[in-house]
C-alpha cells in the first residue's frame, strides 16, 4: 500500500515503534475516501454492549445485523470499523481485508450497579485481533474512577503485547467517576488532561470527547487564566487538547457522542478540522440513522474534512 507524504510525516512522529504498528496505522491513514489526508473517519459500533440492543438498534432496524456495519463503513469510504470480538467475528470471513478493523478489548454494560466504581472488563486479547485480521486494539480508560489505576496497567500491559506483535493501540479516554461530576466530566481541563494521560500509556490513536469551556480543577483553573489559554470557541478548545497530546504528535480523533441533529454534527467535524484534530469516530450520529441518510452524512462528513465546507 502506498503512502503519501501527509501520512509519512504522521508516522515519523511514532519514534518507538515497530514497523508492524506503523504498517497497520498506515493501512488505516491510507483507507477511504479520507485516504492520504491525515484525516479519518472511524464507525464505532460497541454501543449494543455499552447501553443494550433495542436503545442502540431500534431507530434503524437493520442495524441490529453485523454485516450491516461492515457494508456502511466500506461504502460511506470509512478509515476503519471498531466493534467487540462477537460483532467484528460475524463478519471477519466475509470482509477479510476489505476495511481495517479495531478490535474493542473491554467493555462496561448498563446492567452494573450504579455505586460500583466505573471500570470496563476485557472481554478480547491480542491474539484474538491477530486471529480475526484487526490491525488495532481499542481499550477504555476512565481517568477519574477509582479504579482508573487499575485500568491504566491493563492497558499498558495490553498495548506493550500488542505493539511486540505489529497491533496499534486505540485508547478511548472517559473522564468518568467519583472524582467528577456531569460538568466535569466534559470539561476542558479534565478533557486535555484525559488526552495526555492516554499519550503517556502509549496510545497509537487516542479518542477524546469535545470538551465545554468548564474548568473542573481549581488549581488547573489559576493557570489557564494566569497563561490566557484560549478555550472560548470548540476549534480553541480541539486544539488545546491536541497540543496536550505531544503538541499533535499522536493521532486524535473525537466522539459523536448520543445522536443529534446533522447540522451539529457538521459543526463538529469543522472545529475539530479547524482545530487540527484527524478526525471523528461517530457511532450512533451515522447508524442510527436510515442507511441512505447516514451515506449522505457521513458523504458530508468527508467534505468538510477535506475543506470543501
Request: net charge neutral; with cysteine; aromatic share 6%.
Amino acid at each position: 500500500m502506498k503512502s503519501t507524504r501527509t501520512v509519512q510525516k504522521i508516522l515519523s512522529n511514532y519514534e518507538g515503534e515497530t514497523p508492524g504498528v506503523k504498517a497497520n496505522l498506515n493501512r488505516m491513514l491510507m483507507t477511504g475516501k479520507l485516504g492520504g489526508t491525515g484525516k479519518m473517519i472511524i464507525l464505532p459500533v460497541d454501543q449494543g454492549f455499552e447501553h443494550g440492543p433495542a436503545r442502540s438498534f431500534a431507530p434503524n432496524a437493520p442495524a441490529y445485523d453485523p454485516h450491516y456495519h461492515y457494508k456502511l463503513a466500506i461504502e460511506a469510504g470509512m478509515n476503519a470499523y471498531a466493534a467487540p470480538l462477537g460483532m467484528l467475528e460475524a463478519g471477519a470471513d466475509t470482509f477479510a481485508g476489505q476495511i481495517p478493523t479495531i478490535l474493542k478489548v473491554n467493555s462496561a454494560n448498563s446492567l452494573m450497579p450504579s455505586e460500583q466504581p466505573k471500570t470496563q472488563a476485557i472481554t478480547a486479547s491480542v491474539d484474538d485481533a491477530l486471529r480475526i485480521g484487526a490491525g488495532c486494539i481499542g481499550f477504555t480508560i476512565y481517568p477519574g474512577s477509582s479504579a482508573g489505576l487499575g485500568m491504566f496497567e491493563e492497558i499498558a500491559e495490553m498495548r506493550r503485547e500488542a505493539a511486540a506483535k505489529g497491533v496499534a493501540t486505540v485508547i478511548w479516554s472517559y473522564p468518568r467517576g467519583e472524582m467528577l461530576d456531569k460538568d466535569g466530566e466534559t470539561a476542558i481541563d479534565i478533557a486535555a488532561y484525559a488526552a495526555q494521560i492516554a499519550a503517556l500509556l502509549g496510545a497509537h490513536i487516542i479518542k477524546i470527547k469535545l470538551s465545554t469551556d468548564h474548568l473542573s480543577l481549581p488549581e488547573a483553573k489559576k493557570v489557564y487564566e494566569s497563561e490566557g489559554i484560549d478555550i472560548a470557541s470548540q476549534a480553541a478548545r480541539v486544539r488545546h487538547c491536541v497540543d496536550s497530546a505531544f503538541a499533535g504528535r499522536r493521532i486524535m480523533v473525537f466522539s459523536g457522542g448520543a445522536k443529534k441533529g446533522a447540522d451539529s454534527v457538521y459543526d463538529d467535524a469543522r472545529a475539530i478540522r479547524d482545530g487540527g484534530g484527524n478526525g471523528s469516530i461517530i457511532g450512533r450520529n451515522s447508524f442510527q440513522r436510515s442507511r441512505e441518510d447516514a451515506l449522505d452524512m457521513l458523504g458530508k462528513l468527508v467534505d468538510i474534512y477535506k475543506g470543501r465546507d
